[in-house]
């Protein structure tokens, strides 16, 4: 098995968001993502059997052509987090530009991948990047204040594809590796 999920990768943004990352240095019990695999998850598939490849890569060039979407510019900055602030599992980088494209691209996605009997997602969707996990919240005030306060840039990227990507739990966080790319 192999556990997928369909992304929009941030290519050459590793630098923009190591910078925001670094506006939470101080948090305790803050696990940062790493920088160099920031993405926005499209759809999370889950342990997937490496035969079904195929046919989610044609799913995805049916969703890719039915959501009319096509190369934009996505911009990203600000941020939020999950589920809420009183409570925090997951803080995020917003996308301040491109999200009715991505938004468009999701829903033609979870039609073409919930056909072939994946699971509905069970939550609305918000595009965004993840930046880290709480794991306690020894720090949590200090990202609620940094997420109150502040209103970081992140840069812009063209994104002119979806991909399908495996990821890998490791000892150090989870690796992830592109299985497809499908062109907008």
Same mark, same amino acid.
């Given at each position: 098995?192999?556990?997928?999920?369909?992304?929009?990768?941030?290519?050459?943004?590793?630098?923009?968001?190591?910078?925001?990352q670094?506006?939470?240095?101080?948090a305790?019990?803050?696990?940062?993502?790493?920088?160099?695999?920031?993405?926005?998850?499209?759809?999370?598939?889950?342990d997937?059997?490496?035969?079904?490849?195929?046919?989610?890569?044609?799913?995805?060039?049916?969703?890719?052509?039915?959501?009319?979407?096509?190369?934009?510019?996505?911009?990203?900055?600000?941020?939020?987090?999950?589920?809420?602030?009183?409570?925090i599992?997951?803080?995020?980088?917003g996308?301040?530009?491109?999200s009715?494209e =991505?938004? %468009?691209?999701?829903? +033609?996605?979870?039609? !073409?991948? @919930?056909?072939?009997?994946?699971?509905?997602? $069970?939550? #609305?969707?918000?595009?965004?990047?993840? =930046?880290? %996990?709480m794991?306690? +919240?020894?720090?949590? !005030?200090? @990202?609620?204040?940094?997420?109150?306060?502040? $209103?970081? #840039?992140?840069?812009?990227t063209?994104?002119?594809?979806?991909?399908?990507t495996?990821?890998?739990?490791?000892?150090g966080?989870?690796?992830y590796?592109?299985?497809?790319?499908?062109?907008?």
């Open positions: 098995m192999k556990r997928l999920f369909v992304s929009v990768d941030l290519d050459g943004l590793a630098e923009e968001v190591a910078a925001v670094n506006l939470f240095a101080d305790d019990g803050l696990n940062v993502t790493d920088p160099e695999q920031a993405h926005i998850t499209m759809k999370f598939l889950g997937t059997d490496p035969d079904r490849v195929p046919e989610l890569v044609d799913a995805l060039e049916t969703a890719v052509v039915d959501s009319g979407v096509t190369p934009f510019t996505a911009e990203f900055g600000g941020l939020g987090v999950f589920p809420h602030m009183g409570y599992s997951v803080v995020w980088l996308v301040r530009t491109g009715d =991505l938004t %468009r691209l999701h829903e +033609a996605i979870e039609r !073409e991948t @919930v056909a072939l009997g994946f699971d509905p997602e $069970d939550h #609305d969707f918000t595009p965004h990047v993840t =930046l880290a %996990r794991t306690h +919240a020894g720090g949590k !005030e200090l @990202v609620q204040d940094v997420v109150e306060t502040r $209103d970081p #840039d992140a840069g812009t063209t994104v002119d594809e979806v991909r399908l495996e990821s890998e739990l490791a000892d966080g989870p690796r590796s592109t299985i497809a790319s499908v062109p907008l």
